[in-house]
């Protein structure tokens, strides 16, 4: 079955500080993953789109990676700003049958 | 800017009452979707579009219908609201370009009583 687990739920970190979020996915064949970012209230916003051959992707302050191998992605934010505090969502397409399959996401806080 | 605008962005209405929300896009691409957001579920498809008058449904589809007689418009539909279809709409339009990136709108928040 198609899935996409992300890790952790929810995090607080203080303004500044690093993290890092999971995201592990069941999806086959694979075709690319993305990471996107939703302010409350907003639509999501996509924030890199990574595809087989990739496996580092740099946006700004974000840098994603994916070993395929693994089945395994991670979002790395540097040097957090309270505007990075959003829900971020890991999204995988398979190239059979074209499906889009989404991660529940992770609720990040960040603590003036 | 993707080009892509939801309405209404809000609407409260009560059980049994039909509703229609519209997505409209700019960018003339093929594929067309309807999701849900539910807290603790994610996002949820409802319905897509991959071309005028070309449907088909997604994981939660029923109560629900949509019809796309052009390009840039892509109706949803509940029949007979009732309170489960409480929740938060997002359209989102396929770029036609591999990888297809994937353009979210700003979502309808409807409520039903």
């Known amino acids: 079955k198609n899935q996409v687990e992300q890790s952790p739920q929810s995090l607080i970190i203080l303004e500044g500080k690093n993290c890092t979020l999971q995201?592990?996915?069941?999806?086959?064949?694979?075709?690319?993953l993305r990471w996107y970012k939703q302010d409350t209230g907003r639509g999501p916003v996509s924030l890199t789109i990574m595809t087989f051959s990739e496996n580092t992707k740099s946006n700004g302050r974000y840098t994603a990676t994916l070993d395929a191998d693994t089945k395994q992605s991670s979002l790395h934010i540097t040097a957090s700003q309270l505007s990075d505090s959003a829900s971020y969502i890991c999204v995988v397409s398979s190239v059979r049958d074209d499906k889009i399959i989404f991660g529940k996401g992770t609720r990040l806080h960040i603590l003036p | 800017d993707a080009g892509i605008t939801q309405s209404p962005r809000h609407k409260v209405t009560e059980t049994g009452t039909p509703v229609t929300l519209r997505c409209h896009q700019t960018e003339n691409h093929r594929y067309m979707y309807w999701y849900r957001q539910d807290p603790g579920h994610g996002l949820r498809l409802i319905h897509y579009?991959?071309?005028?008058?070309?449907?088909d449904k997604g994981e939660v589809s029923d109560g629900y219908s949509v019809s796309r007689s052009k390009t840039e418009d892509f109706l949803l539909t509940l029949e007979s609201a009732t309170s489960s279809q409480t929740s938060v709409y997002f359209c989102?339009?396929?770029?036609?370009?591999?990888?297809?990136?994937?353009?979210f709108g700003e979502g309808s928040r409807l409520t039903v009583l």
């Open positions: 995201c592990n996915y069941t999806v086959s064949p694979f075709s690319n």
């Open positions: 989102a339009i396929r770029a036609d370009r591999a990888p297809g990136e994937l353009f």
């Open positions: 579009s991959y071309g005028v008058k070309d449907t």
